[in-house]
């Protein structure tokens, strides 16, 4: 009796680890060599009605079989770019499937380009995609072109066999030095499902390098209502909005005091927003910001440290100050005044917040801005 | 079966896992009072007190008694069976939709590309081969489990503080009265009702042992471990948190360490699937419990096989997707769990209440005939 448990036992164990290997998604096994391992993904408005033009920009090192090239494509290099017509969807995918002959695998996608005439048609339904796809991530960088996103994924990256890495890994890392805001899968979400947030995604666009070659440079912000864009914000209104929106941590402020530049390097720059609504709709907004840094230049001159930090604080509040009209003029609210207020004041908000972007010009502001420069 | 005695401490241990297992795949928290979500687990626990006592009652009423010999003390050996028959179609409806949701959730999730049938009766001989090894064996690991997930909680938090937003639970308390009652009732049946299942393997507790200290805590700790997994879904997902199928999993797939750590799904993938297998088990216990009752049988090893294949089988049928199971739990579920959960042993202890001298007499006849038999 006890010999046959034991072998009874050992049956079972025996189909036990038979069964890991039917189970373990062994079936379905694909090898490294027949995945297009996708790194960056470029969106553009195509010629064809109705479509846009996907491109996907793949990690080469992997997708040339051993002694050979693929297909038509160049081997050989890091990266290859493939560009199809669709309409973002399985089936497009698919037609990247037969051309390539690799599966398109999307787990590694690293970055969202959106070409700026497709950004300002709208990007909704392609978005939409991208967010229930079960490999892709919604911490994913978003990007938008100036021009094309195709010509700006192509572009070489100094520093960086990929230019898509190169360029997601500058978002990531801008924000800490005040040059950019970043804009992730989520945020731009988060940003569409809020009743009057606007998403605020960096652009970038190609520029000739020193030996002519053409190299990709960050520059100002798109602005998006809903799924569409409605504007863009310049490089200098940029700084104004990373102040209201406590995205500084460290950053470059740069001014004149007595005809002389001056430059200081904000440190653990810190921002609190105080909302104090009216009877009449309006609502006042007190921007108290604190920041510590150091003077790192005064050309030409010797101010006294005083005047140094007031035309510091007066110049911050100018950059504050470039970024709301810029922001009332397109309508758009892209700090969350409207979202803040919604949620510490929601009987006013019940009454008052319907027409939000229309009363955006009305909100009042004032600033308390103190900054402690360490040193002289 | 062999080797199952539990002691209250482990069932403690076995309550607040499965009451934690509860919400892991589903957004139904989330669904009716969006932030003020949280609240629902608050409330729902209050709801559950007087449900909970029922349950106390019975069982002291019936000390040594699972609740499928109690329907037989009072009502009868044929109505009592009758019921038991009812209580196990309940059980048996649950499992296999719990079975779905985790089938549903590693298909859609973690290995897209698997056919649903071959993972199901892959878990399937899991779980026979667990229930085989007993119910205190499986009343050991629950502490396993348990830390093991509440770790991971813990450390998913740690992991998104700079991400999670304060200001998401506002607005606070602003949605009609009736929506609280829905989300309070939806979570008291659902996600504690269900523990109803422990009911019939009472009669395996060992006596002599306070059974109420450990049983509370238990219930308690399982909710604060609830609430902490709501909280952090709202604080994190923010507004996006009722459009998601599956939040915790989506919270988890945002913590990001670098970029050498970009893959922590893990922390809950793990974790949940640990649980919510422990959850099932419990309810396999109950329903082979049932099923030796139903039939006479004391040795209920030759029940395992069928009871896990009659269960497997039904995953595939009780419902026809993820969406459809999501629409039960919310629309159907409530009302429909409520008759078993409630009104049944509602009824049982109100029969047993009003016929309480023949029950008691029935009971001191069936002592005296184990006397005389074993004497």
């Known amino acids: 009796m006890q010999n046959a448990e034991r072998k009874c036992r050992g049956f079972v164990a025996l189909l036990l680890v038979g069964l890991l290997f039917l189970f373990a998604a062994c079936n379905g096994s694909r090898e490294l060599y027949d995945l297009g391992i996708v790194l960056g993904i470029g969106l553009d408005r195509s010629a064809e009605e109705g479509a846009v033009d996907m491109t996907l920009q793949l990690a080469s090192g992997l997708?040339?079989?051993?002694?050979?090239?693929?297909?038509?494509?160049?081997?050989?290099?890091?990266?290859?770019?493939?560009?199809?017509?669709?309409?973002?969807?399985?089936?497009?995918?698919?037609?990247?499937?037969?051309?390539?002959?690799?599966e398109v695998y999307l787990a590694h996608n690293e970055l969202f380009v959106i070409g700026e005439p497709l950004a300002r048609a709208g990007i909704g339904p392609y978005i939409d995609f991208f967010l229930r796809d079960p490999e892709l991530r919604v911490s994913t960088n978003i990007l938008v072109a100036k021009g094309s996103a195709a010509e700006l994924l192509a572009a070489?990256?100094?520093?960086?066999?990929?230019?898509?890495?190169?360029?997601?890994?500058?978002?990531?890392?801008?924000?800490?030095?005040?040059?950019?805001?970043?804009?992730?899968?989520?945020?731009?979400?988060?940003?569409?499902?809020?009743?009057?947030?606007?998403?605020?995604?960096?652009?970038?666009?190609?520029?000739?390098?020193?030996?002519?070659?053409?190299?990709?440079?960050?520059?100002?912000?798109?602005?998006f209502r809903g799924d569409t864009m409605i504007g863009t914000l310049t490089q200098e209104e940029v700084s104004g909005l990373l102040f209201l929106t406590d995205a500084v941590r460290n950053g470059a402020l740069r001014f004149s005091v007595d005809g002389s530049v001056v430059e200081v390097e904000l440190q653990r720059s810190k921002t609190k927003l105080c909302y104090t609504v009216q009877e009449d709709g309006t609502a006042d907004i007190l921007v108290t910001i604190r920041s510590g840094g150091r003077?790192?230049?005064?050309?030409?001159?010797?101010?006294?440290?005083?005047?140094?930090?007031?035309?510091?604080?007066?110049?911050?509040?100018?950059?504050?100050?470039?970024?709301?009209?810029?922001?009332?003029?397109?309508?758009?609210?892209?700090?969350?005044?409207?979202?803040?207020?919604?949620?510490?004041?929601?009987?006013?908000?019940?009454?008052?917040?319907?027409n939000w972007e229309a009363n955006l010009p009305r909100l009042r502001f004032a600033f308390d801005i103190v900054l402690e420069p360490g040193e002289l | 079966?062999?080797?199952?005695?539990?002691?209250?401490?482990?069932?403690?241990?076995?309550?607040?896992?499965?009451?934690?297992?509860?919400?892991?795949?589903?957004?139904?928290y989330t669904e009716t009072l969006r932030q003020d979500a949280w609240l629902s687990v608050l409330l729902g626990l209050l709801f559950f007190a007087p449900i909970f006592l029922?349950?106390?009652?019975?069982?002291?009423?019936?000390?040594?008694?699972?609740?499928?010999?109690?329907?037989?003390?009072?009502?009868?050996?044929?109505?009592?069976?009758?019921?038991?028959?009812?209580?196990?179609?309940?059980?048996?409806l649950i499992n296999s939709m719990n079975q779905r949701y985790v089938a549903d959730f590693t298909v859609n999730t973690i290995l897209p590309e698997m056919a649903l049938a071959p993972l199901v009766f892959s878990m399937a001989i899991v779980f026979a081969w667990v229930l085989r090894c007993g119910l205190r064996a499986t009343m050991r690991i629950g502490w396993f489990v348990l830390l093991f997930a509440a770790g991971a909680l813990v450390l998913s938090y740690a992991l998104l503080a700079k991400q999670m937003q304060p200001a998401n639970f506002m607005p606070a308390f602003r949605h009609a009265p009736v929506r609280y009652l829905q989300s309070a009732h939806t979570n008291a049946i659902i996600s504690l009702g269900d523990m109803l299942c422990f009911l019939p393997l009472l009669r395996y507790?060992?006596?002599?042992?306070?059974?109420?200290?450990?049983?509370?805590?238990?219930?308690?700790?399982?909710?604060?471990?609830?609430?902490?997994?709501?909280?952090?879904?709202?604080?994190?997902?923010?507004?996006?948190?009722?459009?998601?199928?599956?939040?915790?999993?989506?919270?988890?797939?945002?913590?990001?360490?670098?970029?050498?750590?970009?893959?922590?799904?893990?922390?809950?993938?793990?974790?949940?699937?640990?649980?919510?297998?422990?959850?099932?088990?419990?309810?396999?216990?109950?329903?082979?419990?049932?099923?030796?009752?139903?039939?006479?049988?004391?040795?209920?090893?030759?029940?395992?096989?069928?009871?896990?294949?009659?269960?497997?089988?039904?995953?595939?049928?009780?419902?026809?997707?993820?969406?459809?199971?999501?629409?039960?739990?919310?629309?159907?579920?409530?009302?429909?769990?409520?008759?078993?959960?409630?009104?049944l042993p509602l009824l049982t202890l109100t029969v047993f209440l009003v016929r309480r001298n023949r029950v008691q007499e029935v009971i001191g006849n069936n002592a005296e005939c184990r006397e005389e038999v074993s004497a």
């Open chain 1, 295 to 354: 003077i790192v230049s005064r050309a030409g001159g010797a101010a006294e440290r005083n005047s140094i930090i007031r035309a510091g604080e007066t110049r911050m509040q100018e950059e504050m100050l470039m970024t709301l009209r810029r922001a009332q003029e397109l309508h758009a609210d892209i700090f969350g005044f409207g979202d803040a207020i919604a949620k510490c004041e929601p009987d006013w908000w019940e009454v008052h917040g319907g």
């Open chain 1, 63 to 102: 997708q040339g079989e051993p002694g050979g090239g693929m297909g038509g494509l160049q081997s050989g290099e890091a990266f290859i770019n493939y560009t199809l017509p669709g309409d973002v969807s399985l089936s497009h995918f698919r037609q990247f499937k037969l051309r390539m002959q690799k």
């Open chain 2, 54 to 92: 029922l349950y106390v009652a019975l069982a002291r009423e019936f000390p040594g008694k699972g609740l499928f010999q109690i329907n037989e003390i009072v009502f009868g050996k044929g109505i009592g069976k009758g019921i038991t028959v009812l209580y196990l179609f309940f059980f048996i």
């Open chain 2, 205 to 343: 507790m060992q006596p002599g042992k306070k059974v109420l200290r450990p049983v509370i805590i238990g219930i308690l700790s399982g909710a604060a471990l609830t609430l902490l997994c709501v909280c952090q879904n709202i604080l994190v997902l923010g507004v996006l948190e009722p459009y998601r199928l599956y939040p915790a999993y989506d919270v988890a797939r945002l913590i990001r360490i670098s970029d050498a750590f970009s893959r922590m799904e893990f922390l809950f993938t793990i974790p949940a699937l640990l649980l919510f297998t422990l959850r099932v088990l419990f309810l396999f216990f109950a329903i082979v419990e049932g099923m030796g009752q139903l039939f006479g049988i004391e040795d209920r090893r030759p029940l395992l096989l069928p009871t896990v294949g009659l269960c497997a089988a039904l995953t595939f049928l009780v419902v026809s997707g993820s969406g459809e199971l999501k629409a039960f739990t919310m629309g159907v579920a409530p009302f429909f769990s409520g008759f078993f959960v409630l009104l």
């Open chain 1, 156 to 223: 070489e990256a100094m520093l960086s066999e990929y230019p898509t890495l190169s360029l997601s890994q500058r978002e990531d890392s801008y924000p800490l030095s005040g040059a950019t805001s970043r804009c992730s899968l989520f945020d731009f979400v988060s940003a569409m499902a809020s009743e009057c947030r606007c998403a605020t995604v960096p652009m970038a666009e190609l520029q000739a390098g020193a030996d002519g070659e053409p190299i990709s440079v960050f520059n100002g912000l798109a602005i």
């Open chain 2, 1 to 28: 079966m062999r080797n199952q005695s539990f002691t209250p401490r482990q069932l403690g241990v076995a309550l607040a896992a499965f009451i934690f297992a509860a919400n892991r795949f589903s957004s139904y």
